[in-house]
Nanobody, 125 residues
Framework: QVHLVESGGGLVQAGGSLRLSCAAS????????MGWFRQAPGKEREFVGA???????????ILADSVKGRFTISRDNAKNTVYLQMNTLKPDDTAVYYC???????????????WGQGTQVTVSS
């Protein structure tokens, strides 16, 4: 069982930056793929990005096309935390952001077993 808690959301002007954090309980954090998803009002949950389990070859990340070049994902296994650095934010990035833990480096929600409660990000124009 993994318990996830997101933080770092808030209100920011377009062009600004935010860093979201997701703290995980348990001692198996490094064995999980960690993903970020978002959901805007009236829209389906959307994949943002994910980072692989930690391994000898380092961490691999995948990102949705809509955030490439603006968002990055990193993890700190010593702190059981995954981060989503969001730069050059746009009003279209407004959503509730969720982190999730799963077993495959993919953008499909069904491959993630554990979810946080979400944190609101609002980008004003």
């Amino acid at each position: 069982q993994v318990h996830l808690v997101e933080s770092g959301g808030g209100l920011v002007q377009a062009g600004g930056s935010l860093r979201l954090s997701c703290a995980a309980s348990g001692h198996t954090f490094s064995s999980y793929v960690m993903g970020w998803f978002r959901q805007a009002p009236g829209k389906e949950r959307e994949f943002v990005g994910a980072i692989s389990r930690s391994g000898r070859s380092g961490d691999r990340t995948i990102l949705a096309d809509s955030v490439k070049g603006r968002f990055t994902i990193s993890r700190d296994n010593a702190k059981n935390t995954v981060y989503l650095q969001m730069n050059t934010l746009k009003p279209d990035d407004t959503a509730v952001y969720y982190c999730a833990a799963g077993g495959a480096l993919v953008g499909l929600p069904n491959f993630y077993d554990y979810w946080g409660q979400g944190t609101q990000v609002t980008v004003s124009s």
